[in-house]
Structure formats: structure tokens, C-alpha cells
Antibody
Framework: EVQLVQSGAEVKKPGESLKISCKGS????????IGWVRQMPGKGLEWMGI????????RYSPSFQGQVTISADKSISTAYLQWSSLKASDTAMYYC????????????WGQGTMVTVSS | EIVLTQSPATLSLSPGERATLSCRAS??????LAWYQQKPGQAPRLLIY???NRATGIPARFSGSGSGTDFTLTISSLEPEDFAVYYC???????????FGQGTRLEIK
């Protein structure tokens, strides 16, 4: 079964760092782009950026450039999203999703990781 | 950055009725337009790709149309499980740059 499994919910304080993960299975992880999408409470979907695990080529949305870092470890079929200094406004659900080039769409989604930042 | 504008923000209809959702791009995206459905507490699900192609397992009552800057998602006869939020998404350039519309909430009247 093709799936993306994300790490569990996190509760952090402002200023702390965080790295969440997204593990792919059931397909060739290095052959598909993996995107990250933010959904703030009660709000819509926002594309944050995307990485190609085969060579770690990465693109960021202008809104998130410099705010987060996207990386991948192809040896363990895992993509990451990290923050160096969290803010309360980073509180959101974060999804990873596989971009299928032939469809120009995200065909497989992770279950989401809820990040709560509160003092 | 290409902006996608969805309308209406909320659509109130009854089961059995036809739903028409719109997505307009700030510049041409050719046919690189997808639609997703999201229910509360769930990840989005791909419905339509390349403007008019149904994804695997999507019922025939869902259809997409359009090209360039104007796109439509139509649900021919609403089922109770169709009441959800719908998003459009475009891909431009390669390596890909992506944007989502702000969503249309389809609610039971």
C-alpha cells in the first residue's frame, strides 16, 4: 500500500526548535516530489514548499522562504519540515503529500501532524 | 505567484441538487488544475486532476472543466457525504510551484 505516515502531534513553547517527519512506503520514494502544506485552525490549505528526495532539490513558497527548512533522507524514505524558533502563529496542522508529476496533483497525503505552540 | 480565487465561499444546497464550484486563476495555468475534497478531521483527497480527469475511485457525479484561467467543479447530484470543503490547486513551472484556492464550503441547506 502506498502511504505517507507522519510523526505525532507536538506541543512546544515559543522559541523552541522542531523537526517533524513524513515517511513514505509502498513506492519509490526518490522518484516523487513531496510537498508540505499548512492548515491553520479553521482555515484553508497553504503550500509551504516541496522537495525531490532523489537529489534534495527544494522549492519554497515565498510566504515560507526563510521561515522553515525542508529536507529529506532518502536512505530511510523520510522527508522533514523543521523550524529553528517556533512562534505561536506556527500553530497548525501540517500535511505532507506526494506530487504525482503525471497528474500535476498531490495524490497521496499523510495523516497530518498537529503542532501547537504555546507558552 | 499565481493566485487562485474560489467562489462562492459557501454554497448551501440540498441532497440531490447540482453543485457548481468555481476557481479562477490570476493568469493562465493551462490545464494544470486539480480539485480536492476535505472533510472535518481528515486530510484532503484528490478528486480531479488536469482540470477534467477524475482520480482513481472518484464517483462519476464529480466532474471538472475549464482551461486557462476559469475552472469549474460540478457535482451532478449531491449525496450526503459530499458536504465538505473543496479546494482547487494549480502547479506552475518546473520544478513545481503550487498554490491553493481559499476553499468553498459546501453545506447542507
Amino acid at each position: 500500500e502506498v502511504q505517507l505516515v507522519q510523526s505525532g502531534a507536538e506541543v512546544k513553547k515559543p522559541g523552541e526548535s522542531l523537526k517533524i517527519s513524513c515517511k513514505g512506503s509502498g513506492y519509490s520514494f526518490t522518484s516523487y516530489w513531496i510537498g508540505w502544506v499548512r492548515q491553520m485552525p479553521g482555515k484553508g490549505l497553504e503550500w509551504m514548499g516541496i522537495i525531490y528526495p532523489g537529489d534534495s532539490d527544494t522549492r519554497y513558497s515565498p510566504s515560507f522562504q526563510g521561515q522553515v527548512t525542508i529536507s529529506a533522507d532518502k536512505s530511510i524514505s523520510t522527508a522533514y519540515l523543521q523550524w529553528s524558533s517556533l512562534k505561536a502563529s506556527d500553530t497548525a496542522m501540517y500535511y505532507c503529500a506526494r506530487l504525482r508529476k503525471a497528474l500535476d496533483a498531490f495524490d497521496i497525503w499523510g495523516q497530518g501532524t498537529m503542532v501547537t505552540v504555546s507558552s | 505567484e499565481i493566485v487562485l480565487t474560489q467562489s462562492p465561499a459557501t454554497l448551501s444546497l440540498s441532497p440531490g441538487e447540482r453543485a457548481t464550484l468555481s476557481c479562477r486563476a490570476s493568469q493562465s495555468v493551462s490545464s494544470y488544475l486539480a480539485w480536492y475534497q476535505q472533510k472535518p478531521g481528515q486530510a484532503p483527497r484528490l478528486l480531479i486532476y488536469d482540470a477534467s480527469n477524475r482520480a482513481t475511485g472518484i464517483p462519476a457525479r464529480f466532474s471538472g472543466s475549464g482551461s486557462g484561467t476559469d475552472f469549474t467543479l460540478t457535482i451532478s447530484s449531491l449525496e450526503p457525504e459530499d458536504f465538505a470543503v473543496y479546494y482547487c490547486q494549480q502547479r506552475s513551472n518546473w520544478p513545481p510551484e503550487v498554490t491553493f484556492g481559499q476553499g468553498t464550503r459546501l453545506e447542507i441547506k
